[in-house]
């Protein structure tokens, strides 16, 4: 059930004034017009930050997802420091695999391992279903943050299908996706029965957020990119679909977001996002065309552009800027996520210059 207790728009009325449903975030998601042109930055909590990497001096990165105090603190370091638009929560997309039951870690400079990769029917159904109790410290940590963060929107997140699926296949970080797309290619159905799977666990992990008071969520398909068109529609787009249907009645706007999706903008889009993600091989005027009028859309810096001298980081910011008008609504953001040796000194800059560029006179 949704409540309008946190701040986030009632089922079919109009959004709450003031809060995090207000915020010039939730209204540029909702292609409405806003004071400025918001900006969060993907992966903005931890990496770059000297106090994040402090706090987590001897914690490993899965146990400090499931300490809510740790989650709420490392969440708001880039709040205080750089002023960006929303936060996001602290946590990883293979959070809620784990708490279905999957043997994994998190492996520093290397990301997610998994024990026994998945790839036989039997493997699947280890995959159990979750509920808010299997990660009660996720509900903990958004109920704490939404209350320390005011007006400033919390975006939630999870993995998509696709996504997930090649991290299990594969046993860890893949180029080539090539288990999962033999996998894919070669068993369809339990290919299928795998994501169903996933979806599953990926959408209860999304209504625990949004029933702890997030004001918004991002789906990531970091990896969908690996794939054409017409096998992203066969393959993936039914199952990152039920994820986002599932939340349609939430009242919470929904980020649907992929690196090197060029070609899959106007699917992703229809696969039910109310914001896609681009990363910087698309111009944001020209993925507009592609994902239609009705959704807003959110990027594209390169990341590595903030390793480059200021003024090149300035053209970068001024030309997306003027690229994202074409759009119905734009969420400044990079096209991918913060680099581990970008300056954050660079982030807090770009934050003011895309404030100060896009003010617009109260209405
Ligand atoms: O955006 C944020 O600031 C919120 C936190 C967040 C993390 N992971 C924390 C994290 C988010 C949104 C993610 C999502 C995530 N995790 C994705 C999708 C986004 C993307 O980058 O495409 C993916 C593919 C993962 C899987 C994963 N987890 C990778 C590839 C890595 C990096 C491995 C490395 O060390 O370079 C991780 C680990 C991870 N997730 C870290 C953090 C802060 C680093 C762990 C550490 O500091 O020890």
Redesign the pocket.
Known sequence: MTTDTTGTAARDGEPRRGGPADSPFVRACRREPGPHTPVW???????SLPE??EI?ANV??LES?RRPELVTE??LQ?VRRHGVDAA???????VPVAAAGIDLD???????VVAEPVRTAADVERINPIGRDDVSYVDEAVRLLVAELGDTPLIG?A?APF?LAS?LVEGG?SRTHAKTKALMYGDPELWHALCARLAEVTLAFLRVQVDAGVSAV?L?D??AGALSEADYRRYVLPHSAHVLAGLAGAGVPRIH?G?GTAELLGAMGEAGADVVGVDWRTPLDVATRRIGPDKAVQGNLDPAVLLAPWPVVEAAVRRILDEGRAAPGHVFNLG???L?ETDPEVLTRVVALVHELSARPAA
Not at 88 to 94: A, C, K, R, W
């Open positions: 930055f993907m992966r903005q909590a931890g990496r994040y990497r987590r490993p990165m997802c490392i969440t880039p996001i929560l602290f946590s990883d997309i293979v998190i492996v520093p400079g290397t990301g997610p997140f993995g996504t991290y970080p991002q990531f970091s990896w977001f690196v991918h996520g913060v581990p």
